[in-house]
């Protein structure tokens, strides 16, 4: 690691999937961890692991859609870790449908969670990022911004993200902040897990059949986008703000 001193990092939906895995990652790039997911007790495991391989967590309980909860949280983090400077906007739900079938109800939970969820987040650590003068934001976009049947609700969501990321760059540039944004494809996870068994499809024919149709060959781990952010959030990315790049094995999913 090339940073002269341990600096506070923040993963949201970190209890598993991407998040943990990107948890891991950030811990043994040697950042304390702040593993943040809805249920707190869902947390301890990962915290436990990286106290077990010589880092630092903190497991916090927060739905980053709730305004009181994510300042509390950030505060909490804060108070016991140190001022988070490092970012991941990670939590994510679906609640895919078909638009005729959609509920107003399933649009605002994927709203509250990807977008209200990341701008509460944001606004609230950049007074940390802003007086060290120094941050990085990183933002899970996905590779379905570019539209998915079935995902009017997420689509917007994560597109939404793109604009969000590119605009917190520009305003925080000059803090030192960097502002970026993943766009992942296909990753193992619960998520995908779900959308299989949605579909009715096994979920190793369901990763066969998509594995068939990525350039590489293979469906993404969430290991893959951990290093990903770890780029990101490295001293050297220091130049890169504002992009977004795609992590799906190709071009485009
Ligand atoms: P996942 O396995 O479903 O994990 C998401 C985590 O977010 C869960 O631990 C979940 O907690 C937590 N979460 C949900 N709502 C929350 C809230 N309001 N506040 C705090 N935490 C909350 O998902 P994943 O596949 O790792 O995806 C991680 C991110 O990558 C998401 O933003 C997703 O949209 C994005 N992404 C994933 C893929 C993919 O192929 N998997 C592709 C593109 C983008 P609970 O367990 O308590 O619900």
């Known amino acids: ?46 915290v436990a692991e990286i106290a077990s391989d010589g880092g630092r967590a903190l497991a916090v309980g927060a739905d980053v859609s709730d305004e009181r909860a994510v300042a509390d949280a950030v505060a909490r ?8 400077t490092v ?3 990670n939590a994510g739900i679906i609640r895919d449908n078909l638009l005729f079938k959609m509920s107003a109800g399933d649009w605002d939970a994927v709203m509250g969670v990807h977008l209200r969820g990341a701008f509460l987040m944001s606004r ?32 917007a969501a994560k597109a939404g993200l793109q604009g969000f990321t590119k605009t917190l760059a520009l305003e925080l540039g000059k803090f030192g902040v960097t502002v970026n944004a993943i766009a992942p494809g296909f990753i193992e996870t619960e ?3 779900a959308t299989a068994e949605r579909l009715g499809v096994p979920f190793d024919d369901f990763k066969k059949a998509a594995a068939a149709q990525i350039p590489v060959q293979r469906t993404g781990r969430p290991e893959d986008i951990a290093h990903t952010v770890s780029f990101f959030v490295s001293e050297g990315a220091g130049f890169v703000s504002g992009q977004v790049i795609y992590v799906a094995g190709g071009p485009r999913a």
Request: hydrophobic fraction near 50%.
């Open 1 to 46: 690691m090339t940073q002269q001193a341990p600096r506070t990092a923040i993963v949201t939906g970190a209890a598993r999937g991407i998040g943990a895995a990107t948890a891991r990652r950030l811990a043994r790039d040697g950042f304390a961890v702040a593993v943040l997911d809805l249920n707190a007790d869902a947390c301890e495991p990962l």
């Open 77 to 84: 983090v804060a108070d016991e870790l140190g001022a988070p």
């Open 87 to 89: 970012l991941v906007n």
């Open 124 to 155: 609230a650590v950049q007074a940390f990022m802003t007086e060290a003068r120094w941050g990085r934001i990183v933002n899970l976009s996905s590779t379905s911004a570019l539209g998915n049947r079935g995902q009017a609700n997420y689509s």
């Open 191 to 193: 998520m995908t897990a």
